[in-house]
């Protein structure tokens, strides 16, 4: 309503606005923006939202979190497909052999092993190898389906510095789940 107002009190020179007409339209223009930013910063996790209150800092932000978002879904989707497909071979009596990934998802690591129920694996030993590994385990899920059961495991380096070899962490638990 303030800005037809605005906009109505044109001065007699042509229809532009006045100085005063125009500090507020551009008043209400950065009022405007400034909720919009706070908005979009409020979409964004607390973990990965900056103290900074730059728009272009927040911007880049939500463009980092938004492509971190898609390759989360495409996993996601992948690992999906990877489940369909064992169970459909666990109804069939299809034997299929275990299996370890480790991913690298930036900051922290994700280690999904996937073995049959008669493979005397405990969650134990998994963990075990990642913390001699030097790993900080942060979560840890396990479920089982179709005769299978699934662990997955994220964690990251103790130090960022020395970091995590990742290479030698999947041969070790490759090693210990054949």
């Known amino acids: ?22 500090k507020a339209l551009e008043r209400n223009r950065r009022l405007q923006m400034k909720d919009l930013f706070s908005k979009l910063a409020s979409l964004i996790t607390p973990t990965s939202r900056s103290n900074t209150k730059c728009s272009h800092v927040l911007v880049d932000e939500v463009i980092t979190y938004i492509k971190q978002l898609h390759q989360r879904v495409e996993r996601l989707r992948q690992r999906k497909q990877f489940l369909e497909r064992t169970d459909e071979a666990a109804a ?44 900080e385990v942060l979560s840890v899920s396990h479920s089982t389906v179709g005769g299978r059961v699934f662990y997955t495991i994220y964690f990251q380096a103790v130090s960022s510095r020395i970091g995590i070899e990742i290479p030698r962490l999947h041969e070790r638990l490759k090693e210990l789940i054949l």
């Open 92 to 135: 069939t009596g299809c034997s299929i052999s275990p299996v370890v990934t480790v991913k690298d998802l930036g900051f922290i690591f994700e280690v999904c092993v996937i073995c049959g129920l008669l493979k005397n694996l405990s969650l134990y030993q998994v963990i075990n190898v990642l913390v001699e590994e030097a790993a």
């Open 1 to 22: 309503m303030e800005e037809e107002r605005i906009t109505k009190s044109t001065a007699g020179d042509g229809g532009s606005l006045s100085k005063i007409d125009r």
